[in-house]
Structure formats: C-alpha cells, structure tokens
Nanobody, 123 residues
C-alpha cells in the first residue's frame, strides 16, 4: 500500500501564492505518474497538473502560467507552486499516484489518493 500526504494548503488573498507538497510513504520503489486534482463544492474533481517520472508535465489551461508542478522522483515527492491565485482556485486539492512499482517487484496500476488539503482564496 501507498499512502499520500498533502501539506501546504491554507487561506490566501487573491494574487497570493501557496506551495503544496505531496509525500508518498509505504516505500514505493517508483511511481509512474503523480498528479494534483482539485474539487470545489458542487463541482466534479478535475485535474490540475500531472507529472511523469521522467519529468514530463501537463497543466490544465485554467492554471497555465500560474501553477507549476515538479517532483523529486527519488524521494517520491511532488510539489505544486501556485502563484497569482484567484478565488476560483478555491478547492480541496488532492494528490494522486498511479503506476506504482513496489520493492517486492509487484507493479500496481491502482489509483492512490491523499486526504486532500484545503486552499481558500478570498479577500
């Protein structure tokens, strides 16, 4: 099993910045793809950004130019730098891991999710 723990959420004024972190425990050997998703009240969960083990990243159009995703594959950690935050960025942000190779040699295609961290952008 893999556990994902997010941190770094909080409240910020419009135009402010936050940096989210996601750490994977449970000793995965490697993770193919990690991603950030968000869910606002009344909305479906949507993808914000994903990043592959090699570093190839995709970012949603709604946050392009403002958010940057990065990861330390050796440490199985991922970050989301959020700048120029807007009220519409308010949501619970979830970390996702997909494609886990365990040290036992077992490959696991399940989706793993963190518990979520609240981001609130308000004046």
């Amino acid at each position: 099993q893999v556990q994902l723990v997010e941190s770094g959420g909080g409240s910020v004024q419009p135009g402010g910045s936050l940096r989210l972190s996601c750490a994977a425990s449970g000793n995965p050997r490697s993770i193919n793809t990690m991603g950030w998703y968000r869910e606002a009240p009344g909305n479906q969960r949507e993808v914000v950004a994903t990043i592959a083990r090699g570093g190839t990243a995709t970012v949603a159009d709604s946050v392009k130019g403002r958010f940057t995703v990065s990861r330390d594959s050796a440490q199985n950690t991922m970050y989301l730098q959020m700048n120029s935050l807007k009220p519409e960025d308010t949501a619970v942000y979830y970390c996702n891991a997909r494609g886990v190779l365990h040290y036992t040699g077992r490959y696991d295609s399940n989706d793993y999710w963190g518990q979520g961290t609240q981001v609130t952008v308000s004046s």
